[in-house]
């Protein structure tokens, strides 16, 4: 899709130096940007709604002063508000289905990552001492049942297999009602801890919509690449796949972005990530700073690839 022709010039919306940049691109970002703003039953831009479309418009324009430079017209900036209305109903069904994906994929990564843990067992064919001791106080009222049971009158005392117990010695009864079992000490089977796989999984379903991508010559993921052929690996995906912004490679690079997989994973990056990540990109050549709003192109760019 083409730049409207009664819109402004966005050659250099993005700062990046006279390199253009596709404007259903920007537009996607502006779109959804404005979740709180306007309201997601908004169909068109009727005259019912035209007020709130314009106030949403006029904070846009307030937040990004230097991409609507020029565009004082009225007309420019209902054009611009339709295109955001309209924009916005499309899509609204799309973010709402992928956002509910990739919840659903963070729990079942949160399962994979924190298992249940098993039970233990108990092995081996012995499993210990079995202390049948009963305290004097509990047996003084079944001494008289066992020596009635087992045929005793003279008060001699008798274990479970009619051998004569020492008067001296402590009295042990068997009983069923009443049994201590005191477990010596075994050995416990334990499960291998679990590594878990912090590589981050591409979106499923993405397809891209500008158009057919450009074959990558070589394995992004493969280790036995050096450095500077890992390193052209991304440039060329980045000239290619994305805006231009071939000179963002090395930044890119040690910042950690080795990948097409860590590319995509930026689409998952939280508010607080996004700004660690602008605190630690240095200032590009030319004197080009990556803003939050660039960034922002970024993400929806690479989740929609």
């Not at 006279?18 to 404005?34: E, G, M, V």
């Not at 010596?184 to 379903?205: C, F, H, K, L, N």
């Amino acid at each position: 899709m083409g730049r409207p022709e009664n819109l402004l010039d966005w050659q250099r919306v993005m700062g990046l130096m006279d390199q253009p940049i596709l404007f259903t691109t920007l537009r996607k970002s502006i779109a959804d940007t404005l979740q709180d703003i306007i309201p997601p039953h908004v169909p068109t831009i009727g005259s019912q709604n035209l007020k709130g479309v314009q106030r949403a418009t006029d904070k846009i324009v307030r937040l990004y002063p230097d991409l609507f430079e020029g565009a004082t017209n009225k007309k420019r900036r209902n054009s611009i508000a339709r295109l955001i209305s309209r924009e916005r109903v499309q899509r609204k069904t799309h973010w709402r289905r992928r956002r509910r994906r990739l919840e659903n994929r963070q729990v079942e990564a949160s399962k994979s990552r924190n298992p249940k843990p098993k039970p233990k067992r108990i092995t081996g064919s012995r499993i210990g001492f079995i202390d049948l001791t009963i305290s004097e106080d509990e047996n003084d009222s079944d001494v008289s049942g066992e020596e009635t049971r087992n045929g005793n009158s003279d008060g001699a005392e008798f274990d479970s297999q009619g051998i004569k117990l020492d008067p001296s010695m402590e009295r042990e009864i068997v009983t069923r009602s009443r049994t201590r079992l005191n477990y010596a000490p075994t050995t416990i089977e334990t499960s291998p801890p679990i590594e878990e796989d912090v590589t981050p999984a591409p979106i499923a379903g993405s397809s891209s919509k500008s158009g057919p991508r450009t074959p990558i010559p070589v394995n992004l993921d493969g280790s036995s690449l050096s450095l500077s052929d890992k390193k052209r690996a991304i440039r060329h995906f980045l000239e290619h796949c994305t805006p231009p912004m071939g000179r963002l490679c090395d930044q890119f690079w040690d910042l950690g972005v080795h990948s097409e997989s860590d590319l995509r994973a930026i689409g998952r990056w939280s508010a607080n990530q996004r700004r660690q990540f602008l605190e630690k990109l240095p200032a590009v050549e030319d004197g080009v700073v990556v803003t939050e709003f660039q960034l922002t192109v970024l993400e929806y760019y690479f989740v929609s690839i």
